[in-house]
């Protein structure tokens, strides 16, 4: 018996590893009846649309590879010729995400982005309740022009020093007043804490990091030397006891009567108060990233997919450009800030808003006065503003302007300057400057030497280098996300062609009776529910046509259901594997599943809120919503009828 149950066992592991292989086999075998039995154009595409959206949810193959499927199954089962299908892969959004990209690798060379983010922290102080605010506006600010995922690995680190200089701050503190508690704890969580810290006294050595202590080691200890506490720690001046390991100088740190206890997964912390504001910032960061991603269109890839799949479908809409979703989303996204801060407040840091956002130097403690110095430290290591940056934040503002007064739609925009109406594209201009960042010196014209910050250019050799290389631009192009949108377009062409679109119409019919507003609120929960298990441009992909379909079923404003779905598929916040910044943060290891889990439910409920205010409020005459467009009447399904 024993011996079967280890057989099996032995077999249900082996099939557990080749899963995803069973998944890319099994899949389209099970399915192969659907066009077989019924050899009709509509049944061939939902042969392909579900088989390539099985493949995304379960990411049985790498995104961008499910997203090819349609590229050799269409062909095949005579839905779209393979030069149609091809077409589909580069589009108007290809364009203006590869132009962004161009941009957003400057910003990320020449170290605008961290200027920016340690100014914004500099303004907002180190309080934790107006740390955790100054972390999420300059996330917010970044996400709006690079991808989430690229902002929260350029945030964190920033974030991550500060917490460690908090964290090192409160030992420091502990160790000179050992009887010192913390009156808002209880006496539970009083001698919780004066345990982790005779712990943390024991383990926690310090690591010099050009001459400063900002990076902290564990190791055994070794006898005590004497050694002075300042703000960073344990003093570099202090003298170091001899090698143990041949290469980590170690302090050691003697503590008498010391009590073993037993090992915490928040030992490393001072404090508990210490971990909630752990905690704390580096979940608003991951939330940041995703609400400054919803302003604009470039902001992330879902708004990108939304944008090319709405003007594909309706190309007559002329609706939908950058000016348009930025006077929407600006205030969905500023509302969504500060509720979720005030959320993660009351959540982590409690309801004492003034003692944790008090800007008065007299309510400074001396662990936020050195930590504030720290950030200041950070920030003098930039140095002066160099010519590159200049040259960035110009380019920066410059394509903003360029895309708001593009067609504002209050008054004529530059475009109106050409006899050639509609050739020019937000892409246009964004491959134009992202072109131009090609040619550009990064070395400052009519001067002898190099700009501070171009300490990678040989001023004799490369002083034509320009501000990015064509490396500089690859590292950062997320040619997946470019295929995976791909993807996306080659579905809706099939699914226009084939009449799987009119197919799905009928069957939502009984639906009619919805007010616009439910139908809405439930797609919005639909994919934010979706979101938290699947990738998100997998999942709009998919809903994107279903929603359309309904829509025009229902005789609704397409944008009625669209745009709240667009944002609200942005919302997969609870799990690591929501998201890439998620994924991210959790590593950084100050938060654990059920922190995420509790914290992401309410940024999921006011995310949901917010959009289905926007929606119903000043998106209506924004949109015009209470009205059917004339240029979706031509794609009415009833009409079809």
Same mark, same amino acid.
Not at 254 to 281: A, G
Not at 393 to 402: A, D, E, I, P, Q
Not at 590 to 605: P, S, W
Not at 612 to 630: D, K, R, Y
């Given at each position: ?60 193959? !790498? ?61 907002? /102080? ?109 003093? !570099?001046?202090?003298? @170091? ?25 928040? +030992? ?54 950058? *000016?348009?979703?930025? @006077?929407? +989303? ?62 960035? /934040? ?50 400052? !014209?009519? +001067?002898? +030497? ?27 192009? !997320?040619?997946? @996300? ?16 084939? *009449? ?55 005789? @609704? ?85």
């Amino acid at each position: 018996m024993r011996l079967e149950a280890a057989a099996r066992m032995d077999l249900f592991r082996k099939l557990w590893t080749a899963r995803k292989l069973l998944v890319v086999v099994l899949i389209p075998l099970s399915l192969l009846p659907l066009p077989l039995i019924h050899p009709t154009s509509e049944a061939s595409c939902a042969y392909v649309l579900i088989v390539t959206a099985i493949y995304w949810v379960s990411e049985a193959v !790498p995104l961008g590879a499910a997203a090819l499927v349609p590229a050799f199954l269409y062909p095949l089962f005579g839905v779209l010729k393979s030069s149609e299908v091809a077409a589909e892969y580069c589009k108007d959004t290809t364009l203006l995400l590869m132009g962004v990209i161009c941009l957003a690798a400057s910003i990320e060379k020449w170290n605008l982005h961290k200027r920016i983010a340690l100014r914004m922290v500099m303004v907002a /102080g180190a309080k934790p309740g107006m740390l955790v605010l100054g972390f999420m506006c300059c996330t917010v600010f970044l996400s709006m022009w690079l991808s989430n995922t690229s902002t929260t690995a350029m945030v964190m680190p920033i974030a991550e020093a500060v917490l460690q200089q908090l964290i090192c701050t409160g030992l420091a503190d502990s160790l000179e007043n050992p009887d010192s508690t913390d009156g808002t704890e209880d006496s539970h969580d009083n001698m919780e804490k004066e345990q982790n810290l005779e712990k943390n006294q024991l383990e926690l050595l310090y690591r010099e990091d050009s001459n400063n202590c900002s990076k902290q080691e564990l190791s055994t200890v070794t006898e005590l030397q004497s050694g002075e506490l300042n703000g960073l720690g344990l003093c !570099p001046n202090s003298r @170091i006891m001899n090698n143990t390991n041949g290469h980590l100088p170690q302090v050691a740190v003697e503590i008498p009567n010391v009590k073993r206890v037993k090992m915490r997964r928040d +030992s490393q912390y001072p404090t508990k108060r210490d971990h909630m504001i752990c905690k704390c910032l580096t979940l608003s960061i991951t939330y940041a990233a995703t609400i400054g991603g919803l302003m604009t269109i470039t902001g992330t890839s879902t708004n990108l997919i939304f944008a090319e799949q709405f003007n594909t479908r309706y190309p007559d809409a002329k609706v939908i450009n950058f *000016g348009t979703w930025f @006077i929407f +989303s600006f205030p969905i996204a500023i509302i969504m800030l500060v509720l979720t801060w005030l959320w993660l407040h009351f959540l982590f840091l409690g309801c004492n808003f003034r003692e944790t956002c008090s800007l008065s130097k007299k309510r400074k403690t001396r662990r936020e006065m050195l930590s504030e110095q720290r950030i200041h430290e950070e920030y003098e290591k930039l140095g002066p503003i160099s010519y590159p940056e200049v040259v960035t /934040g110009v380019f920066f503002v410059l394509m903003t302007l360029l895309w708001f007064t593009r067609e504002p739609g209050f008054v004529p925009g530059w475009t109106s300057l050409f006899e050639k109406k509609g050739y020019r594209t937000d892409a246009t201009v964004s491959v134009l400057l992202g072109f131009l960042l090609f040619l550009i010196p990064a070395k400052r !014209p009519f +001067s002898s +030497s190099c700009a501070s910050g171009c300490k990678d250019i040989d001023s004799e050799e490369d002083s034509l280098t320009p501000m990015i290389t064509w490396k500089d631009f690859q590292r950062l192009m !997320p040619w997946e @996300i470019v295929i995976l949108v791909g993807g996306g377009y080659a579905l809706a062409a099939g699914c226009k062609v084939s *009449g799987l679109s009119v197919w799905i119409g009928r069957q939502l019919e009984p639906m009619s009776g919805l007010p616009p507003w439910a139908v809405t609120l439930l797609a919005c929960l639909l994919v934010s529910a979706v979101t938290e298990f699947a990738s998100n441009p997998a999942t709009l992909t998919v809903f994107l046509p279903i929603l359309c379909a309904l829509s025009e079923t229902l005789q @609704i404003n397409p944008l009625h259901t669209l745009i709240p779905a667009t944002m609200c598929v942005s919302f997969g916040v609870m799990l690591p594997v929501g998201n890439p910044p998620n994924a991210i943060v959790f590593s950084y290891g100050h938060v654990q599943i059920r922190d995420m889990v509790k914290a992401g439910f309410g940024v999921n409920l006011i995310g949901v809120a917010v959009v289905m205010l926007a929606i119903t409020t000043w998106g209506v005459p924004l949109f015009n919503l209470t009205e059917f467009p004339v240029w979706a009447m031509g794609r009415n399904v009833t009409v079809g009828l």
